[in-house]
């Protein structure tokens, strides 16, 4: 089961061991500062619940979802407004791996099936998460 | 190989064991009559056939889609129309699985790869086959 | 300036002075009870205010389609829920125009441009508002 | 005759006339810096060219495009790398505006027949001109 | 009310007054043989017919669309197996004014209103009727 | 990580070996010349290189798309202009292992998860990259 949301972020690729210039020459345009609507595609998976016939219940998940991501990263700079990317370039990839790290922690063990962060109409990422049983 | 189609169906969320109120608080909104253009997506699998070029005519496919969801399911009221929502609640998560036990008998078999049924633009359900010999 | 919102109804296209049959003959399926995702996008006309640079708070836009489209057609029937439709047929044409009333009256005057309502993938009605000094 | 393209930008709704406290009474949540993939729809109008049949050279148009759209605002913060937000707020009813009057500027007079810009999903603006004979 | 129908149709931008040469001089890559899904959307004007709610039965609709475009266009070439580009190049500019002008014959008089014909994700084209009480 | 591109070409579904009526008895229309815009999705898998976040330089991907398949396909006729259906029919199978094959070649080894080739709206083809210690 997905449910997708869309946040409004700024962001620059950027290392801070490294000067503007080297910047520059590693990452091109993107080591400017420009900005993305993500949109962020998040699966559980599991049974659905005898009693609700949901895997999980869409409010809850919308409601962790909000408080998770949305409070995070909506209407942030990803460089200058968040904790992760100090040491870490806030690619796709690297801001798909944080996110991921945020709702193992807070969904129930075992129900994160993979996400898919898409920057742009026609780039996006995939974190898999193994089945434990698989 | 996949195969999109879509159909209009009304629903509601609604355990007849339950009591009006009991089914309000359980489902909120949901448990009064709405309607959705449901999209589904059926992904079929295997090499493609040397003669055609094709793992299964689209022809064919299409066919069997029109006669086993499209007739049941398009301009029907899901729990007044159809007999599998008495003891069920027609969540997205029950109708891919109904739709699942259809496909199932109407492909030839190991065939049926899984399927995505989506009811709007922010929420979908997958349900995926595991490979006989994987 | 648009805003696009989506709603859940369900409906049947019926002429209460018709009988079932006529119904049929005259509607095809579309007689029988079924639902749609609505895709509703609503534009306002004018000058950016010079304070805010927006030609009206988005804020305030969402909130009256909140209160004036959404309590009043999410999650509901047309045809048994809602006033509009003991007289005509819940086409998108007829419901096109029930919004565009309502809106009217909701909205500050001539600020409404038109608004398009499309039931689903391949099919839409739009209502244009002649401009006052067009 | 219509092209669509996309850029990158960051940005946040501020006037500079007013402390960082009342820019987030006035804006909200926008008052702080966020990014957007703006999509960008440009309408040029007239006749084809019966020698080549088509209204304006494609090509012709996406090298306008690329010189006076994207290379002033794809990966660009629309406050402080561009001139056009000192005394305007950088909603996307302003940029549209800062973007018709590049293009009155670049394309053949009359040409420009309207501009879409979309920063998100379900929200855009559009700024049409009127012909001059009609 | 707008209908969306899609056409598959292979193509080269060629004008036969010339060699082969200057076609690709004048044309580049489009003067080879190359092909598009065509989407075109049909929009008819009119006050909903109050026996039926709609301001055409799009039945109706989809049976001209049939006959007039799929037919003629829908796996078709279009310098080899259509009348229309013998003096023409099949630009998506010229593809539109034909479809107009079979479009005029076929809906009764005074009810198109446009048409909208995209040849891919980034680039179409409109043909605008003037309402003859405009 | 998925990179998403669009191409234009013309084809026809015909087996060399077989006569015209008979290419039509098995293929349909399909049998005559017709053309698409094919919309193929490439996705590489890795863990993101410490020193860039990425899995693979997105310019790099880019290069290596325009280059193999760009060239290849775009403005191109499958059957005529392309040596690769010869002996085989260009069905959206077919062509997505071509593509596979020479995407396998020019990536390095292992990179290559899955390609996802979309021929028209609602009709795609996956073809799936086992592990090497899956």
Known sequence: MTRAIEFSSSLRFERRDLSPDENRRLFGPRAARHGHNYLLEVTVRGEPDPRTGMVMDLAELKAILEREIMRRFDHRDLNDDTPWFEKRVPTAEN????????????????????????????????VVEEAADA
């Open 95 to 126: 801001l798909a791996l944080v996110i991921r790290d945020l709702l193992l922690e807070a969904l129930p063990p075992g129900m994160l099936d993979r996400i898919r962060l898409q920057p742009d109409q026609d780039h996006w990422v995939e």
